[in-house]
């Protein structure tokens, strides 16, 4: 597998592709334009074009759950029913935001007991003003603070590790993880991408069915994969400069999806790269995992101490 295997499955032209999110059920792919407001649905073997459905607010990313998605938007948690359209229904509240301000939820995934961890982006995506939480039970817990871009979760196939980062460190964390109880050890530093040479910052990441990690280097126009033990395996360049999250799709889970941004390009730059904001795909060389439902709860939130 090489460069030229990777091909565009979509082709758009979205602000802040993201959070792509594949149901084995409904043989569907999800994804957002944060930006925008937008939800992305489609069945790549329809022959049609993705469906949309668009929101009052930004939002950050989906999750599956029984009947719908979840959508952590910028000023809480939002559940969808499908097929997409009708009122959503509101489960919990974004502590850290205010009317035309604060923090924003960004990056989430679900946890094989069907836990929501979803994490913020500071206002002005610098400050370490933002924080890691855990939506369980209906109490959105916040387990991290001090973070700028919290990005790259994901989880080990034996579900012992929980990874995440902070995007602008451009360090990759591992959290020692016990999926009984949710909770989570002191991290260390797994991926350090200045000590590999590597460019951009780490963006939206998916774990293989093998244990590999793959990751989108925003502002490195490319995706990588790790070995378990944190080892460069693989780099693979793509045709636009910000990629910002891989998935896991098709009947076998072997094709990777892959969402790309025209944020911070200019019109020279969209010029240059004219399929920056497509969504994208190529063969990956083993299969995803299925992703988890969420499972829901009564709604109670909790502001993270500072």
């Known amino acids: 597998m090489n460069d030229n295997d990777i091909k565009v499955a979509a082709e758009l032209r979205m602000s802040l592709g993201e959070s792509p999110l594949w149901s084995v059920e409904r043989q569907t792919l999800y994804w957002v334009d944060i930006n925008n407001g937008y939800i992305y649905s489609w069945r790549p073997n329809s022959g049609k074009a993705p469906e949309r459905l668009e929101l009052a607010e930004k ?74 939480y855990c939506f369980d039970q209906g109490e959105l817990a916040c387990r991290r603070t001090n973070v700028s871009i919290s990005n790259g979760l994901a989880f080990s196939p034996d579900q012992r590790w929980l990874y995440h980062t902070d995007s602008l460190t451009r360090r990759i964390l591992r959290y020692p993880f016990d999926v009984r109880s949710g909770t989570t050890g002191e991290p260390e530093t797994w991926v350090d991408l200045a000590a590999l040479d590597l460019p951009g910052v780490p963006d939206g990441a998916a774990v293989d069915s093998e244990g590999y990690y793959w990751i989108a280097l925003y502002g490195g126009g490319s995706i990588v994969r790790f070995s378990p033990k944190g080892g460069l ?74």
């Open 233 to 306: 395996v693989a780099s693979y360049a793509l045709p636009c400069p910000h990629p910002t999250m891989v998935a896991f799709g098709g009947r076998d889970l072997r094709t990777l999806y892959i969402t790309t941004a025209t944020q911070h390009l200019d019109a020279e730059g969209k010029a240059r790269w004219p399929l920056a904001g497509s969504l994208l795909s190529m063969p990956a060389p083993a299969s995803g995992l299925p992703e988890p439902k969420f499972s829901r709860g009564a709604s109670r939130a909790t502001q993270c101490a500072k």
């Open 59 to 132: 939002v950050g990313c989906i999750a599956l759950c029984e009947d719908g998605l979840l959508a952590a938007t910028a000023s809480g948690i939002l559940r969808l029913r499908l097929p997409l359209g009708g009122e959503p229904e509101r489960l919990v509240a974004n502590a850290e935001w205010r009317e035309g301000g604060g923090n924003r939820f960004n990056d989430g995934r679900c946890d094989a007991a069907g836990r929501l961890w979803v994490g913020t982006i500071a206002f002005d995506e610098q400050s370490p003003v933002a924080a890691l």
